[in-house]
């Protein structure tokens, strides 16, 4: 599919497309902050196991506009879909190499660096949507802007507001967990890994507060985010 040919037919590439192409760049940036921050501390070892993991799922998408990337006779559907699957495979099995040579540290480096890598975009969205006191529900609205959490098709999600100062996010089916099942890293531990960086997005980004409770429901395992305003009740 050339550019031109994506210039006559929009309709291939949709707001859509272009919202989560920008998300699966964040999620490369957080695995190069990994990157940066582990060679820092453990050295050369690290770039050379990066360098395994894009020979083995592909190279970070290059800097150029998602109409240069897709090839040709790709939908943009096909091209998303795949981008999503490589940089979350990638990630997933980059953390699970850095654990088996660096161990238990590493882990806390890893939730660490992802904390802080939160706190860097939560910032950046102040700063773009910038809005006195946000509500919950805006604060998770803006979130979704810089969160990799699948395609929107692919969700099954609850959304509840159960005051002005209290939103509920029910997710009962997480689209995370079949890369990291895929590169062999420890459900527990990932789901912390992308909680820290949820959590790092939301407390520099307002004052609301970000809880995450894990719970069976039905015979499932669903993920809750409580986002809450400091003076809602409990």
């Not at 490369?28 to 501390?41: K, L, N, P």
């Not at 360098?51 to 799922?57: G, L, T």
């Not at 559907?77 to 979350?88: G, L, N, V, Y």
Request: aromatic share 12%.
């Amino acid at each position: 599919m050339t550019v031109d040919k994506l210039t006559e037919d929009t309709q291939l590439l949709n707001p859509t497309h272009r919202w989560l192409f920008g998300k699966i760049r964040l999620v490369e940036e957080r695995e190069q902050a990994i990157a940066a921050t582990f060679e820092a501390t453990y050295g050369a070892s690290v770039i050379a196991l990066l360098d395994k993991m894009q020979e083995k799922h592909g190279h970070y998408l290059a800097d150029s506009p998602i109409e240069t990337l897709i090839g040709d006779d790709i939908s943009a559907d096909h091209f998303i879909d795949t981008s999503i699957a490589r940089a979350e495979t990638r990630e997933a099995e980059f953390i699970k190499g850095l654990i088996d040579e660096y161990g238990e540290e590493a882990k806390a480096l890893a939730l660490k660096v992802s904390f802080d890598y939160g706190k860097e975009y939560g910032t950046t969205a102040k700063k773009e949507y910038e809005k006195d006191d946000p509500y919950p529900d805006y604060v998770y609205t803006v979130l979704r802007n810089y969160y990799l959490d699948g395609a929107p098709e692919d969700s099954e999600t609850d959304l509840t507001r159960i005051s002005v100062g209290e939103f509920v996010e029910r997710r009962n089916k997480c689209s995370h967990n079949p890369y990291w099942q895929t590169a062999g890293l420890d459900d527990e531990f990932a789901c912390q890994y992308t909680r820290r960086y949820l959590e790092g997005f939301t407390e520099a980004y307002s004052a609301v507060k970000l809880n995450t409770i894990i719970k069976e429901l039905d015979g499932r395992r669903v993920c809750e985010h409580h986002f809450k305003t400091p003076s809602a009740r409990p």
